[in-house]
């Protein structure tokens, strides 16, 4: 006997957005570098005293992109030291803001804590927030 399964949309099953998701399927461009330190997903980073490393962004000058998410067994940090840490230095990823924003305004983080924020921070060239 056959069985029935009911039918479901995929989109209706899935969570919302969370840090270091890719937004949507548009193009990309994804980047592999190691952990100098410790790193949680969705955040800004730059390049490590390394140029094969990354670390957590204390210059909006210097950010290169933003650390992905990616299906792992979640440990604290993240990505720990020397751990492979994927950076979308091209496209769209969610990310956690500190402060209200609203949508097609630069990109700006608190240099003080690495985090996106409002327009009080710092801004991020070639960054902007795609919804409020």
Not at 59 to 85: L, Q
Not at 102 to 130: K, N, P, Q, R
Request: with cysteine.
């Amino acid at each position: 006997m056959a069985q029935s399964v009911p039918f479901t949309f995929w989109s209706a099953e899935q969570a919302p957005g969370y840090a270091g998701m890719k937004a949507d399927s548009t193009v990309d461009v994804i980047d592999s570098f190691a952990a100098e330190e410790a790193i949680e997903a969705g955040v800004p980073v730059m390049r490590g005293t390394d140029p094969l490393t990354v670390a957590l962004a204390d210059d909006a000058d210097a950010v290169i992109g933003i650390s992905v998410h990616t299906h792992k067994i979640n440990e604290t940090p993240y990505y720990p030291v020397g751990y492979a840490v994927p950076v979308c230095t091209f496209g769209d990823v969610w990310v956690k803001v500190a402060a209200a924003v609203t949508a097609g305004d630069g990109a700006y983080i608190d240099e003080a804590t690495g985090e996106f924020t409002d327009s009080t921070g710092t801004a991020v060239a070639g960054m902007t927030y795609l919804t409020d």
